[in-house]
């Protein structure tokens, strides 16, 4: 039997990973949901972001279905005293450093958009974001006290090698789609953006019936505002990848719709040991109260079944019921229009269960 650690978190993460597990049980009651405290609900009992029962489980599973963490009284303390320490952890010891963020705006919820629905009707691609390297790892990476006084630093870093496999993901996945890469990079002023635009161009080589085109990180956010059905498949560096993903999120019109998957080697080869989770964070401000939006979290557990189960079929049962509950109407509060009623995560969930059917 598979087992799944499921590491729900803070906030809202717990809500969301409830409604993902009560659908995966549904759609696959075979495998085995374990489930653990990370990041501030941890930290409450006196453990660490990532206690050593969670690294455990971690390491004798299939994959990670993890929820959000982050809590605003650790606010302020240094990374490795925050919940968020958990996240940066895992991604690093497990060396998950292909994030694919499906951004797609289903039938039926171009209205919560801002966007005008001509503009974003049948949107569907993919952000790959490279997710161990970068500005968020380089070293030094420090605060520190001088002779003229307080400064911080921040240390952008890439090797060849670490832009390689991303990019052969991102090929590889267009392949199987539109086969088309948009590469995004700032390569007017970075040393990184240029030993980046060299390498995937250098990568494209060995995709010819992917069409690579590039673009400066500004003015992809722009482009992504202004025709984003253009874009099947956007490569980009760690930090590009953390911002630009929010800003696909709300042409989907929330930042609740959109699921991730990170992924480690062997993504190529078949199935692949991966963390699936819900782009956002604990929202704090919604949290407790049965109103956030679980369809990321719920989309996430079909990527786990997609990649590290290889089930695409159940996958595809959990991503077709999701699209006929919003064509039924069903929305929970970020995403109804105005007047319109809405569901609880809860309610929502049970008409995602119901559409499994
Ligand atoms: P956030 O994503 O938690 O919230 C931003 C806004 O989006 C809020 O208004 C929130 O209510 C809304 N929102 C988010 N998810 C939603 C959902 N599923 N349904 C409905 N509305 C939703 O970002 P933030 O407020 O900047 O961060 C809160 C905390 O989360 C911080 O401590 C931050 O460090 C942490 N964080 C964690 C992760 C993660 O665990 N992967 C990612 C980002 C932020």
């Known amino acids: ?35 653990v405290e990370v990041g501030g609900a941890a930290m409450e009992r006196g453990d660490p972001p990532l206690p050593a029962r969670a690294r455990h489980l971690c390491e004798r599973s299939v994959a990670i279905l993890f929820g959000a963490v982050g ?11 925050r919940p968020e320490h958990a996240l940066f952890t895992l991604r690093h010891s497990f060396d998950l450093f292909a ?9 039926g919820l171009e ?19 490279e997710l161990t390297s970068g ?29 390689e496999r991303i990019a052969r993901v991102a090929f590889a996945l267009a392949s199987s789609r ?5 590469s995004v990079d700032k390569q007017n002023i970075l040393a990184t953006s240029g030993l980046w635009r060299r390498v995937v161009s250098d990568v494209a080589r060995d995709y010819p019936n992917v069409a690579l085109d590039h673009l400066l990180v500004d003015n992809a956010s722009m482009q992504l505002i202004r025709r984003p059905k ?13 911002i630009l993903s929010d800003e696909a999120a709300m042409l989907t019109g929330s930042v609740g719709n959109l699921p991730s998957a990170s992924l480690g080697t062997g993504i190529s080869s078949g199935p692949v040991f991966g963390m699936y989770e819900p782009i956002s964070g604990t929202a704090p401000d919604i949290a407790g109260r049965d109103i956030a939006n679980p369809t990321a979290a719920i989309l996430s557990a079909a990527l786990l079944l997609r990649h590290s189960l290889a089930d695409e079929n159940g996958a595809r049962r959990i991503e077709n019921a999701v699209e ?28 995602v269960i119901d559409h499994l059917k």
């Open 1 to 35: 039997m598979s087992t799944v650690a499921v590491l729900a978190g803070d906030g809202i993460g717990p809500e969301v990973t409830r409604a993902a597990v009560r659908v995966l049980r549904a759609v696959r009651p075979d495998v085995r949901c374990e489930e």
């Open 99 to 107: 994030n694919l963020r499906p951004v797609r705006v289903y039938p």
């Open 135 to 163: 500005i968020y790892f380089g070293q030094p990476k420090e605060l520190r006290m001088t002779e003229g006084g307080e400064e911080a630093v921040d240390t952008m870093y890439y090797s060849a090698a670490q832009i």
């Open 71 to 81: 809590l605003p009284q650790y606010e302020g303390l240094p990374l490795e005293e």
């Open 178 to 182: 539109r086969s088309r890469v948009t």
């Open 324 to 351: 006929r509950s919003f064509a039924a109407g069903a929305r929970t509060a970020d995403l109804r229009e105005q007047g319109a009623p809405s569901l609880t995560t809860t309610a929502f969930t049970d008409v």
């Open 230 to 242: 253009d874009f099947d498949i956007i490569l980009t560096e760690n930090m590009f990848g953390d």
């Open 111 to 129: 209205p919560a958009s801002n966007l005008k629905p001509a503009v974003i009707e049948g949107l569907d691609f993919i952000v790959v974001r």
